[in-house]
Every structure is written in structure tokens, then in C-alpha cells.
């Protein structure tokens, strides 16, 4: 009999490819993937009951309040996702491998090309909430932490990824305003997960990034994507952050994923590489299946 890996946050973007690359990535797993429609995470009684069911001998932990505006506008309900059902979690795994996805915001962006040992500084409650979680799972020294840059790709509910934001205000004929001066390190979705399913294979305890290897500003983002999706086109314009009013916003969280690279058999792609080389030869322009 197939070991259980338990993957919670199936209906959001990283856990629905998860889910959906599984045959491809890691036959070796009879995967258990649970909804937030499926099983509360803030319930403890639901939480057990799903531990008693799946018997998981992994845990990939995607479940979260990921957008930084709901966070900010309930930061209870932000720490009882991000924080106590991770540690609850954890807590549940303390025996067995626990793979907990973080973020690159628990950085506040001075500094960019992050290492795995730089302090933590967040500037917004979703990267607090997240770095108070990753000091939970480092309890436990043999769990592990991957923190995920910004993520391309099309979620089960069509709602979860940047490119499904900008999309959507794109129907509606809505202005973006896309800074010059805000870096990341975008990753499709699809190696991502290969890379999660690599690393899970034989996890390792500890901090990783898992991030693109091309440092981007949010407008060369934007113009690259307006190649591949034409009606971004006219409603994307350059602006910068020194123009912008509202919450802090981290200008730099490009992030170096050279821990994680050496452990992985393929070489994890830059966007615009992605983009040139790959997205044509997909119905899904962020995983071709390779």
C-alpha cells in the first residue's frame, strides 16, 4: 500500500497543482488533498478527525490567508489560518515529515536576493503571520520550511494567482499600475511543484527559498505576461512606489533559491524563459508537463 501525503489547501494554487501533478511527479504517494470547503483548519475537532482518516506519513502544509488585504482587514482570522493551524498541524506531525509553504513577505525588501539566513523583518500582517508560523514549525528540527516567491498559474477556483487578478481587471477594463521599482522572482507554477514533489521525495529539515531565477520588476512582469494574454495590453501602465499611498509594500523580495537548486534534478526556470521557451507548447501555459 501507497504512504499518504496529506496536502492542505488542494483548492488554492500551489496545493490544486500539487494535487493535479501528482501522477506525473510522485507516483509513489496516495495523495490526500483537503479543500477549505472540506475541513476547517481553524477547527481542531475537524482537524483531528481528518488526521484520523488520512494517517498521513507526509504533510505539504499550503493552506493560508494569502491575500495581504484580507490579512490586514482581520488579523485575528489571519493569525488562527496562518499560525495556529500550522502549529497545530505540526504539532499533529511531529513524527513524520511536515513541509510548510511560507513566503517571500516575511522579508521587508531592503535588501533583495534573499538568503535562506537573513533576518526577517515583515512589513504587512500576512508576512507576520507567516514568519510567527515558520518559528512554530522550527520547533520541530526536523520539519521543514520552503518559502514560495510569487507564483504564475491558474488556480481551481480561476481566483488564486496574480495572473487570474490581472486577467479578471483586465475584463472589467480596469487600470494597473505596474511599478518599475518592485522586484521579485516569479515562478510558473509548474516547476514549482516539480520541485516540491522532488524535495518531498527526500525532505529536508530546515529553511529553503523556491523561487525563479530571473529578478523582475512588477512592469517587466506585466509586459511579458501582456505577450502571451494580448488584452493585459491596454490596461497595464508603468508607475512607481514612491508614488503609491497605501500599506508598506516590500520593494525588493527577489529571493536566491540556490539551497534548493542542488537538490533538484532540473534547473529551476527564469520567467521570461518560461514564457519564450515553453508557455506555447500548453493548454496550461504555466505547467507543459515537463
Known amino acids: 500500500m501507497k504512504p499518504t501525503v496529506l496536502i492542505t489547501g488542494a483548492g488554492g494554487l500551489i496545493g490544486g497543482y500539487l494535487v493535479s501533478t501528482a501522477a506525473r511527479w510522485a507516483p509513489q504517494w496516495n495523495v490526500h488533498g483537503v479543500t477549505r470547503a472540506e475541513t476547517d483548519v481553524t477547527d481542531p475537532m475537524q482537524v483531528q478527525e481528518l488526521w484520523r482518516r488520512s494517517t498521513p506519513a507526509l504533510v505539504i502544509h499550503c493552506a493560508a490567508l494569502s491575500r495581504t488585504g484580507a490579512c490586514e482587514q482581520d488579523p485575528a482570522r489571519a493569525r488562527r489560518i496562518n499560525v495556529e493551524a500550522t502549529e497545530r498541524l505540526a504539532g499533529l506531525a511531529r513524527d513524520i515529515p511536515f513541509i510548510f509553504l511560507s513566503t517571500d513577505q516575511v522579508f521587508d525588501g531592503t535588501k533583495g536576493w534573499y538568503v ?12 507576520q503571520t507567516k514568519a510567527d508560523a515558520e518559528q512554530v514549525v522550527l520547533e520541530n528540527p526536523a520539519h521543514s520550511i520552503v518559502r514560495i516567491a510569487l507564483t504564475a ?16 481587471a483586465a475584463a472589467k477594463g480596469t487600470k494597473l499600475t505596474l511599478f518599475t521599482d518592485e522586484y521579485r522572482c516569479p515562478i510558473p507554477a509548474g516547476p514549482l ?69 542542488v537538490l533538484l534534478s532540473f534547473r529551476l526556470p527564469g520567467f521570461r524563459q518560461w514564457l519564450s521557451n515553453d508557455a506555447s507548447l500548453s493548454d496550461d501555459p504555466w505547467d507543459t508537463g515537463q
Request: proline share 9%; aromatic share 8%.
Open 193 to 261: 511543484v516539480r520541485a516540491l514533489w522532488e524535495f518531498a521525495a527526500h525532505p529536508r529539515s530546515g529553511l529553503y527559498h523556491l523561487g525563479g531565477s530571473e529578478r523582475l520588476s512588477r512592469w517587466e512582469i506585466g509586459e511579458l505576461l501582456a505577450r502571451r494574454y494580448p488584452e493585459l495590453r491596454p490596461c497595464i501602465q508603468p508607475g512607481s512606489v514612491a508614488d503609491y499611498h497605501g500599506p508598506l509594500r516590500p520593494p525588493d523580495l527577489s529571493m536566491r533559491s540556490d539551497k534548493m537548486q
Open 153 to 168: 498559474g491558474t488556480s481551481p477556483t480561476h481566483d488564486r494567482s496574480f495572473v487570474e487578478d490581472m486577467l479578471r
Open 116 to 127: 535562506e539566513s537573513d533576518a526577517v523583518h515583515p512589513l504587512n500582517v500576512y508576512g
